[in-house]
């Protein structure tokens, strides 16, 4: 799916506790009165999870800065941009590199 569009609905149950038969039960429902369809699903690994957060990331960073490439005056990404800059300001010119990826990474 998209990175900015929320999902419609997300159900977490624990099999274990009896909920699979409650689910099983409401799934009958839904299917005989022609409701929503519900697609079963494990849940996401820690790669699937990381992922689309990177993903989620980079569509607001995308967002914040218009599309357009430059920072507009008194828009999220000047704020930010700004602040990366003076928090730089003490790092060596030789170290501002590793230093700026290791925030955009964290």
Do not use: C, N, Q, W
């Not at 159900?11 to 009165?33: C, F, I, K, N």
């Not at 993903?55 to 704020?79: K, Q, S, V």
């Amino acid at each position: 799916g998209h990175p900015l569009r929320p999902a419609d609905a997300v159900l977490l149950y624990d099999p274990s506790r009896g909920e699979s038969a409650t689910l099983s039960a409401l799934v009958d429902e839904l299917r005989s009165t022609g409701g929503p369809k519900i697609e079963h699903r494990p849940p996401p690994s820690a790669e699937e999870v990381l992922t689309a957060s990177y993903e989620r990331a980079g569509g607001l960073i995308d967002a914040a800065m218009g599309g357009g490439g430059g920072f507009e005056a008194g828009t999220a990404g000047r704020f930010f941009r700004d602040g990366v800059l003076a928090d730089m300001e003490g790092v060596p010119p030789e170290d501002r590199e590793g230093a700026l990826l290791d925030r955009l990474a964290a």
